[in-house]
């Protein structure tokens, strides 16, 4: 309901998972917390494929079916077994000192404007996975000499103390004065 996504504080929130074991109250959830906060970035579970597209209608930036994965992942870890270990591998995030992170071409990162060789010559054992265009087509195994645009974001396999180098850090906020019932 309305009132619990506002306790919860969905008009301050970046994302939503709607997961429930429910694909019309999933829906349901999407189509609440959309009119609540239109910027939401919402990522919908579907147990029936006929579901996505309502979902989808309903404001879900994103619908993920765990069957449909499930069989993929099945059909893959028969025939290419060690694309699935690498794969998962990449996806706990942590491989020594490496991680895999996305990164935004934003004012605030200030790699727009600029090539990939030209953002990453700071981080000499990054290596960029690709980047998906503000259009959306994504460029995977990008050159060295692509421009990166306003809105590009890019997966990027590094050092992660490189890496947070390049993430622009949020605004502080501003600090409260002592009051005596704080103290």
Request: aromatic content about 4%; overall charge negative.
């Given at each position: 309901?309305?009132?619990?996504?506002?306790?919860?504080g969905i008009q301050?929130?970046?994302?939503?998972?709607?997961?429930?074991?429910?694909?019309?109250?999933?829906?349901?959830i999407v189509l609440?917390?959309?009119?609540?906060?239109?910027?939401?970035?919402?990522?919908?579970?579907?147990?029936?494929?006929?579901?996505?597209?309502?979902?989808?209608?309903?404001?879900?930036?994103?619908?993920?079916?765990?069957?449909?994965?499930?069989?993929?992942?099945?059909?893959?870890?028969?025939?290419?077994?060690?694309?699935?270990?690498?794969?998962?591998?990449?996806?706990?995030?942590?491989?020594?000192?490496?991680?895999?992170?996305?990164?935004?071409?934003?004012?605030?990162?200030?790699?727009?404007?600029?090539?990939?060789?030209?953002?990453?010559?700071?981080?000499?054992?990054?290596?960029?996975?690709?980047?998906?265009?503000?259009?959306?087509?994504?460029?995977?195994?990008?050159?060295?000499?692509?421009?990166?645009?306003?809105?590009?974001?890019?997966?990027?396999?590094?050092?992660?103390?490189?890496?947070?180098?390049?993430?622009?850090?949020?605004?502080?906020?501003?600090?409260?004065?002592?009051?005596?019932?704080?103290?």
């Amino acid at each position: 309901s309305d009132a619990v996504l506002l306790e919860a504080g969905i008009q301050r929130a970046y994302c939503l998972l709607a997961a429930s074991d429910s694909d019309s109250g999933n829906t349901y959830i999407v189509l609440t917390a959309k009119a609540l906060n239109p910027r939401l970035f919402v990522v919908a579970r579907a147990g029936q494929a006929a579901s996505a597209t309502p979902m989808l209608r309903a404001g879900a930036d994103r619908v993920i079916s765990p069957y449909s994965i499930g069989g993929r992942r099945m059909a893959l870890s028969a025939l290419q077994p060690l694309m699935v270990d690498f794969i998962d591998t990449l996806a706990t995030g942590r491989h020594g000192e490496q991680i895999l992170a996305e990164l935004e071409a934003s004012e605030e990162s200030g790699l727009a404007g600029m090539t990939i060789e030209g953002c990453f010559q700071t981080c000499p054992g990054a290596t960029v996975l690709a980047v998906q265009k503000a259009s959306g087509t994504t460029q995977v195994g990008p050159r060295g000499t692509t421009v990166l645009e306003l809105g590009d974001r890019l997966i990027v396999l590094g050092d992660e103390a490189e890496l947070e180098a390049l993430r622009p850090t949020p605004p502080a906020e501003p600090a409260e004065e002592a009051t005596p019932e704080r103290v």
